[in-house]
C-alpha cells in the first residue's frame, strides 16, 4: 500500500488530501486570512508559511508525516506535455520564478519537494499544470503575428475527466474526440483528439466564455478604449478580466447558487446574465466541436459549477444535438493528483524530467 498526500494551494487557502492507494482517508482545506499572506511580496515566499500550517494539520489529525510521495498542483511552468513529472531544482527554480506569471499554484510544487526532502524514500510530483500545451500549430495564429493564442487551461480536471469517462465506456481515452468543459470561476473549453487537447481557450488569460469572476473574451477596440481612458490603471484592468469580471461585474456578486435564486425571484438581470453565461458556454462547445470536424464521442461537463442545474439545463438545451452529454460535478483534482502519483509509483505510468 502507497500512501500519498495531494496539495493545491489557491490564492486564499491550501487544500490537502491523504490517500491509502485510491481510498481517501483525510481531506482539509486550510484557509488564510489575507492580513496573514499580506507581508509575502512574491508568492514563493508563502512556500514555508503554507508547509507549516499543512503540517500542524496533520498532525492535529494524528497523520504520520511519512508518506510514499507527495504531489502538488503544478503551477505557471514552461509549455509542457501532459503528464506528471519528478519535482527536480530546474523546475523548482521556474516555480520561485514564475516564468508564465504569478499563480498560487506555483506554491504546490515547492511545498510537495521541501516536504518530501524530510522523508527517506519519498518521491516528489507535480501533474497536469495549467500549461500543459498540445494544442496545433493551426490553434495558435491570431490576425497579429507578434500575439498567439496560448495553451492555459485546468488540464488536470479535464484529463482526469477524460479519462474517467473512457474507463466507464471500457475505451482508451486517447481513442476518444471530447469536448470537455471545466466550469468554475473560471471557465475552459477543450477539443480533447485521440488523448491531446488541441485546442482550448485560454481562460487564465480571459478569453473563452464569461465565468463567475472572469469577462471572458472582449471586443478589442473597446478594450483598447478602457486602457487609454485615463479613469483605470494596469491593475484595476486586469482584475476587470480575472477576478472581478463576469457575474462578479454584472450582479456584485460571484455566486451562481444566489444569482439563480435571484432569478426565480423575478430578477431579470441576474435571468438574463446567468443565461447568457451559459448561452457563452453552449457556443465554445460548437466552436470545439467544429475543431473536431463534427466527430464528437461525447460532451463532459465538470467543474463545480456543473452542479448547478440552471446552467447544466441550458447548455445541454443548446449542444444536445451535437453528442450525449456526461456531467461529472466537482473539481476532483485531489483524488486525480493522487491517482496520478499512485500510476507511476505502481509502474503503470512513467514519470517525464522537466528540461
Known amino acids: 500500500m502507497y500512501r500519498i498526500l495531494s496539495i493545491s494551494p489557491k490564492s ?37 508559511y503554507r508547509k507549516r ?11 504520520e508525516i511519512n508518506f510514499n510521495a507527495i504531489i502538488g498542483m503544478g503551477g505557471m511552468l514552461k509549455p ?26 506555483n506554491l504546490g510544487g515547492l511545498i510537495a519537494a521541501d516536504i518530501a526532502a524530510t522523508i527517506p524514500g519519498a518521491r516528489a510530483f507535480v501533474s497536469d499544470p495549467v500549461v500543459v500545451d498540445e494544442m496545433e500549430d493551426i490553434a495558435r495564429i491570431t490576425g497579429l503575428p507578434g500575439i498567439q493564442r496560448k495553451s ?14 473512457a474507463k466507464e465506456h471500457q475505451k482508451k481515452y486517447d481513442e476518444l474526440n471530447l469536448v470537455i468543459c471545466h466550469l468554475g470561476r ?9 488523448g491531446k487537447v488541441i485546442d482550448v481557450n485560454s481562460s487564465i488569460d ?26 483605470h490603471t494596469e491593475e484595476e484592468i486586469r482584475a476587470m478580466i ?5 457575474l462578479m461585474a454584472h450582479l456584485g456578486i460571484k455566486d451562481y447558487n444566489i444569482i439563480e435564486q435571484m432569478a426565480k425571484d423575478g430578477d431579470k438581470k441576474a435571468d438574463i446574465t446567468l443565461r447568457a453565461m451559459a448561452y457563452n458556454i453552449a457556443k465554445e462547445i460548437g466552436a470545439m466541436s467544429v475543431v473536431l470536424e463534427g466527430k464528437v464521442d461525447a460532451i463532459i461537463l465538470t ?44 509502474g503503470e505510468a512513467y514519470c517525464l524530467s522537466y528540461n
Not at 13 to 40: C, G, R, W
Not at 186 to 194: D, F, L, M, P, T
Not at 242 to 246: D, I, L, Q
Open 80 to 105: 509542457i506535455r501532459s503528464g506528471t513529472y519528478e519535482i527536480s531544482e530546474r523546475l523548482k527554480d521556474d516555480l520561485r520564478k514564475g516564468i508564465q506569471g504569478e499563480h498560487a499554484s
Open 186 to 194: 473560471g471557465i475552459s473549453v477543450a477539443a480533447h483528439r485521440k
Open 12 to 48: 486564499t487557502s491550501t487544500k490537502v488530501a491523504v490517500y491509502d492507494d485510491e481510498q481517501e482517508i483525510f481531506m482539509k482545506t486550510i484557509k488564510h486570512n489575507p492580513d496573514d499572506l499580506f507581508p509575502f511580496k512574491k508568492i514563493f515566499e508563502q512556500a514555508e
Open 303 to 346: 467543474g463545480n459549477l456543473s452542479y448547478n442545474k440552471f446552467i447544466v439545463d441550458h447548455i445541454i438545451k443548446k449542444t444536445g444535438f451535437i453528442a450525449t452529454i456526461t456531467v461529472y460535478p466537482g473539481e476532483n483534482e485531489m483524488s486525480a493528483l493522487s491517482e496520478n502519483a499512485l500510476n507511476i509509483l505502481k
Open 206 to 231: 480571459g478569453a473563452g466564455p464569461f465565468s463567475p469572476e472572469r469577462s471572458g473574451s472582449l471586443p478589442a477596440s473597446e478594450i483598447v478604449d478602457l486602457c487609454f481612458d485615463g479613469n
Open 152 to 165: 492555459k487551461f485546468h488540464a488536470l480536471n479535464q484529463k482526469a475527466a477524460g479519462r474517467k469517462y
Open 242 to 246: 480575472n477576478g472581478n469580471g463576469g
Open 53 to 63: 500550517l499543512i503540517i500542524i494539520e496533520l498532525q492535529n489529525n494524528e497523520i
